[in-house]
């Protein structure tokens, strides 16, 4: 990989005794957990349950699954929905769902491709354990967004589900080593309902860039530049609107981007650790995956801004022309090295811009490397100039989504006839809406809407 220029010559091992960081960032996300940090910060929204969809499920589970039966057996959910205001006539819709496959997992919970059998349409279903001691906040999230590049929420709503057979004997092992309270605890589980699980039915996306990029890698080939500009834009394209209602996603990453592989239409997808930011209000350092994560929250930042966004989208551009991740850190230490070694050491100030507090600044002094030297000489300039726009340690020097997408490199997805080839018409890139450009200056705007679409639109 380029990254491994002439200014990369130390090794990590010495570079890593000058970077005195900021203890927080780095610890595991257990102990995060463990030192209440993660809890206080999942604790400021209101209760996840008291949602205003007025949904209620009706669905009982004749046996409960782990995960591994989840990936055999199909699971069946009836839901009811009330249309319109219940407290007057209102009218009950009755929507039934049944799985077909698991297509994501993790420690978020699991995924489904599943059709919804009252409209024959297929559907994702993410199904998420609702944890007492945490706030889902994307539920809520969900119903703020609507945009033409971010996954939409058809419907959503909640189901109880047993507990296994192996949680159901820890659960009374642990009972019976208490006799005091044995009695107590037993009629607790008889009358336990089970967990809780939170269902989001969104549109099924078929693809991610994740595996488009993995494909094309495996076959010895690099992503078509013209797919590469086109997921760049929708993606500053969806990240502008969400920052624009404040929103933050926080793991913007190759697996998070969904695109339909007939269209090349993309979408931005998991919502799991996104928040909205409010000024003065302290936020977790330890988020993002790792070789996607702004160095100001490896710097310990807990007043950082949507900026974070903008910096994963030029590592998965970055990503995406290179064939490999830019910054591959094997552990949050090594990943501020990586960025070292090609943005070379932080100033004081940029230190500073990335958080005021930090007071420690003994690092060894790295030149940066030249963009051409990393991605060598034929990745187009414009390319460069937009990764130099973005990955930078300044968060405030960084493009914001729609200056992202009004650089020149995008002029070709401009261009009146530009197709995918076969005549497939490009994805929708130009039908901005009112609250997508308000406060977006009229040269701005001219440069995000072509002439030719500025006529149609008369």
Known sequence: MAAGGSSSSAQPEKLMKGLQLDKKSLTSTSQEVGNGQMEIDMRNEASVLNFTCALDICSHISSSLSLFNALKHKQKYESYRFEGDPNEVGHVVTTRYETQRVVGNGSFGVVYKAL?????????????????????????????????????????????????????????????????????????????????????????????????????????????????????????????????????????KPQNLLVDTQTHALKICDFGSAKTLTPGEPNISYICSRYYRAPELMFGSTDY???????????????????????????????????????????????????????????????????????????????????ANVLVYTPTNRFDGLQFCAHEWFDELRQEGKSLGDNKPLPPLFDFTDEELKGVDESLRRKLIPEWVRRQNR
Not at 313 to 341: R, Y
Not at 355 to 376: L, Q, S, T
Not at 379 to 387: D, G, M, S
């Open 116 to 252: 919804c059998t009252t409209t024959n349409q297929t559907v994702a279903i993410k199904k998420v354990l609702q944890d007492k001691r945490f706030k889902n906040r994307e539920l809520a999230i969900m119903k703020l967004l609507r945009h033409t590049n971010v996954v939409h929420m058809r419907h959503s709503f909640y189901h109880h589900q047993q507990r296994d057979n192996k949680q159901q004997q820890r659960e009374e092992n642990d009972n019976n080593n208490n006799k005091d309270n044995n009695n107590r605890n037993n009629e607790t589980n008889r009358n336990d309902p089970g967990e809780v699980y939170l269902n989001l039915v969104l549109d099924y996306v078929p693809d991610t860039v994740y595996r488009i990029s993995k494909q094309h890698n495996q076959a010895g080939e690099r992503i078509p530049i013209l797919y590469v500009k086109l997921y760049a834009y929708q993606m500053a394209r969806g990240l502008a609107a969400i920052h624009k209602i404040g929103v933050c996603h926080r793991d913007i």
């Open 305 to 387: 801004s949507t900026a974070i966004d903008v910096w994963s989208v030029g590592c998965v551009v970055a990503e995406l022309l290179l064939g490999a991740p830019l910054f591959p850190g094997d552990s949050g230490i090594d990943q501020l090295v990586e960025i070292i070694k090609i943005l070379g050491t932080p100033t004081r100030e940029e230190i500073l811009s990335m958080n005021p507090n930090y007071r420690e600044f003994k690092f060894p002094h790295i030149k940066a490397m030249k963009w051409e030297n990393v991605f060598g000489k034929e990745v187009e300039k414009e390319a460069l100039e937009v990764i």
